[in-house]
């Protein structure tokens, strides 16, 4: 099973989040869940970066990916980092929704 934590500020706003695990749907290259929830937390990544100059501060390895925002200046484009991370969520909750034997989403706040 996909493990996806949200981590949010007490605000609400999305600080990062990680995903880990693998979903078991299918054999490895056939697996459509697994695919999916790569494309769209790596795609999330590379976004933020691309759309808004920001570097998160990333980790992967086999069936893991951590990000996290750095310290962001006063001049960050943060509504439409927040943009883009809520985004993400929504998609993978629909995806939660449909194979929620295989990925998992959970929301923490963090201090």
């Known amino acids: 099973m996909i493990i996806v934590r949200i981590e949010r500020r007490p605000d609400g706003t999305i600080d990062g989040f990680s995903s880990r695990g693998h979903a078991g749907y299918a054999d490895p290259g056939e697996d459509i869940v697994c695919a999916a929830v790569s494309a769209i937390t790596i795609g999330t990544v590379n976004s933020v970066e691309a759309l808004t100059g920001v570097i998160m501060k990333s980790k992967m390895k086999d069936g893991f990916l951590s990000a996290r925002l750095p310290k962001l ?3 960050a484009n943060v509504e439409k980092i927040q943009l883009l991370l809520e985004s993400m969520q ?12 295989y990925i998992k989403i959970k929301q923490v706040t963090i201090s």
């Open 90 to 101: 929504v998609i993978l909750i629909g995806i939660e929704d449909e194979y929620d034997k």
């Open 73 to 75: 200046s006063e001049n």
